[in-house]
C-alpha cells in the first residue's frame, strides 16, 4: 500500500508500474510536455521530477512508504535539471550553446582545452628548458564585465528562451531522434542586445582577445607525447569554467642519436688504424661536452660492434637517472693501399687463407670482378632482401628438378 500516488497520478501509472512501465509513460508524457514542444515547463519538471524520484528504486521504496515529505526527510534530493534527464533518455545532448566540448555529466562546464605541439630537439630534452609560448585567447571584458553591455540591455532571447539552442524532435518508427540547433535569432547566445546598447569594448562579444605568454618548463627527460599543462588558462567565457592549456611535447629527430626511453643510440665511423692499432674517437653529446673514447693498442675493434658507455643516456625524468650510450662500430677502410705498405700489413695480420681446394674435375677459372654501379646496388639490395624474407619465413624453396 503506498502512502500518496500523486507521482504516479503525473506520470498517469499505477502504483504497482514496472520500470519499463515508469520509462515508457515517461517518455510519452515527456515528448508531450516538452517546452520545445510548446509544452508547459512548470508541468513538465513536475513530471520530470517523478520519474527521477520512481526510476530510482532506493527513492521509489522511500516515497511509497513516506510520501513526498518523506523524500525531503531523506536529504540530497535536490533534483536533476529535467534537461538533464531528457537527454539521457532520449540520447543526442552534448554541445551547448558555444559548442563547448563534452557531456553534462563530467563537472562543471568548460570551455575547450587549447592544444598546442612544441616540437623540442633531443638536446633541450636533455639539459632541460624554459621556452616562451605566446598564445592568444578570449578573456572576459572588463568593461561590461561579460555581460555585453549596460545594466538591463540584455534580454533573454524569446525564440529558445533564453537556452541558445532549439530541440526538434523526430518520430522515427519506434525511434525518437532529438536533433540540436543554435538558435539563429540570437545565434545561439540566448541573448538579445540591441545595437546601441552593446559594450563598445567588445562589440557584445563579452569577450576580448588577449596575448599571453606562457613559461614552459621542459624537463629533462622529458618525452615525446607527454603534456604540460596549464590549468584554467584556455578561453574565458561567461558562465564557465576557462579550460587548460595543454602542451604537447614532440620530439625532434636527432641526425646523429637515436632514443629509446632513457638510452640512447648512436653509429660511430672509425678508421681502420684505430680499429686495429689503437687510438681514440670523439662522441659530441647533448650538453657542451664530447666523449672521448680510448681504443687500446692490442684491442681489436671490428666492424659492427656495438660498445656502451654506462650513465651516457639520457636523465630519467624523475630522478634524473640516465641511462647508457650504445655504440656501433662502423669501421672505415682505406679506399685503396700503397703496394710498399702491404709486406708490413702481411708481417702484422694474420697470414691469407689458402685458396679452397676443389676435386680434379672442377676446373679453376681466372676472372675480374667490376665494382658495381647505382643501378646494380638497387637490384643487388633487393636481391638480398628477398633472400632474407624466404629465409626469415622458413617456407619451401622450389628446387629444379634437373632430368
Ligand atoms: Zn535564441
Ligand atoms: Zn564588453
Redesign the pocket.
Known amino acids: 500500500m503506498v502512502r500518496e500516488t500523486k507521482y504516479y497520478d503525473l506520470l498517469e501509472v499505477s502504483p504497482d508500474a514496472s520500470e519499463a512501465d515508469l520509462k515508457k509513460a515517461y517518455r510519452k508524457k515527456a515528448l508531450r510536455l516538452h517546452p520545445d514542444k510548446g509544452g508547459d515547463p512548470e508541468l513538465f519538471k513536475e513530471v520530470t521530477h517523478a520519474y527521477e524520484v520512481l526510476s530510482d528504486p532506493q527513492k521509489r521504496s522511500v516515497y511509497d512508504a513516506r510520501g513526498e515529505a518523506g523524500l525531503s526527510e531523506a536529504g540530497g534530493m535536490g533534483g536533476m535539471d529535467p534537461q538533464d534527464l531528457f537527454s539521457q533518455l532520449f540520447g543526442g545532448g552534448g554541445g551547448g550553446p558555444f559548442g563547448f566540448g563534452g557531456g553534462r555529466s563530467q563537472g562543471p562546464r568548460k570551455t575547450k582545452d587549447l592544444v598546442h605541439r612544441v616540437t623540442v630537439s633531443l638536446e633541450d630534452l636533455y639539459k632541460g628548458k624554459v621556452t616562451k609560448l605566446a598564445l592568444t585567447r578570449n578573456v572576459i571584458c572588463g568593461k561590461c564585465n561579460g555581460k555585453g553591455g549596460k545594466e538591463g540591455a540584455v534580454r533573454p ?4 528562451n ?3 539552442i532549439r530541440i526538434m524532435l523526430r518520430q522515427m518508427g519506434p525511434m525518437i531522434q532529438q536533433i540540436q540547433q543554435a ?1 539563429d ?2 545565434s ?3 541573448e ?1 542586445i540591441n545595437a546601441k546598447d552593446r559594450c563598445k569594448e567588445c562589440n557584445g562579444k563579452k569577450v576580448n582577445s588577449e596575448k599571453k605568454m606562457l613559461e614552459v618548463h621542459i624537463d629533462k627527460g622529458m618525452k615525446g607525447g607527454q603534456t604540460i599543462t596549464f590549468r584554467g588558462e584556455s578561453d574565458q567565457a561567461p558562465g564557465v569554467l576557462p579550460g587548460d592549456v595543454v602542451i604537447v611535447i614532440e620530439e625532434k629527430p636527432h641526425d646523429r642519436f637515436k632514443r629509446r626511453d632513457t638510452d640512447l643510440f648512436i653509429s660511430v665511423e672509425v678508421d681502420l688504424l684505430t680499429a686495429l692499432a689503437g687510438g681514440q674517437f670523439a662522441i659530441k653529446h647533448l650538453d657542451e661536452r664530447a666523449l672521448v673514447v680510448k681504443v687500446h693498442p692490442g684491442e681489436v675493434l671490428k666492424h659492427n660492434a656495438l660498445k656502451v658507455i654506462p650513465g651516457e643516456g639520457m636523465p630519467s625524468q624523475r630522478h634524473h637517472e640516465p641511462g647508457d650510450l650504445f655504440i656501433r662500430v662502423q669501421v672505415k677502410f682505406p679506399d685503396s693501399m700503397p703496394l710498399e705498405s702491404i709486406p708490413f700489413l702481411e708481417k702484422a695480420l694474420p697470414p691469407r687463407n689458402a685458396l679452397e681446394h676443389f676435386p680434379k674435375n672442377v676446373m679453376l677459372e681466372e676472372v675480374e670482378a667490376v665494382e658495381a654501379d647505382a643501378r646494380q646496388h638497387e637490384l643487388a639490395d633487393a636481391g638480398e632482401a628477398m633472400d632474407e624474407d624466404e629465409d626469415g619465413e622458413g617456407e619451401p624453396r622450389m628446387q629444379c628438378a634437373n632430368q
Open positions: 532571447c524569446g525564440n529558445c533564453g537556452r541558445g538558435c535569432e540570437c545561439g547566445t540566448g538579445i
